[in-house]
Nanobody, 124 residues
Framework: EVQLVESGGGLVQAGGSLRLSCATS????????IAWFRQAPGKEREGVSC????????YYADSVKGRFTISSNNAKDTVYLQMNSLKPEDTAVYYC?????????????????WGKGTLVTVSS
């Protein structure tokens, strides 16, 4: 059974930084991906970033390019999202997700397993 547990959310001022962690277990998709999504109140869930399980290829949404960095540890059982230069519009619940296909990792429908989310609040 695949399990994903997010941590690291919190309250930060605009311009600050946070690092989210996603601890994974049971994830054995050789060509799959781990992704971060976010959902703000009243908005649809959107793909933020993802990393390939096979070759560490990455994807970033335009809204976070240059500010967020996704990475994994050597054991590839924890994925991080370093978020710098945070803006109030980054406020959302951030979810970690696992899927079988890197090519679908930016789409909520392309992911197979989800964590429960961690709240990030950026104050102005």
């Amino acid at each position: 059974e695949v399990q994903l547990v997010e941590s690291g959310g919190g309250l930060v001022q605009a311009g600050g930084s946070l690092r989210l962690s996603c601890a994974t277990s049971g994830f054995t998709f050789d060509d799959g991906a781990i992704a971060w999504f976010r959902q703000a109140p009243g908005k649809e869930r959107e793909g933020v970033s993802c990393i390939s399980s096979s070759d560490d290829s990455t994807y970033y949404a335009d809204s976070v390019k240059g500010r967020f960095t996704i990475s994994s540890n050597n054991a590839k059982d924890t994925v991080y999202l370093q978020m710098n230069s945070l803006k109030p519009e980054d406020t959302a619940v951030y979810y970690c997700a696992a899927g079988r296909f890197f090519g679908l990792c930016a789409l909520p429908g392309g992911m197979d397993y989800w964590g429960k989310g961690t709240l990030v609040t950026v104050s102005s």
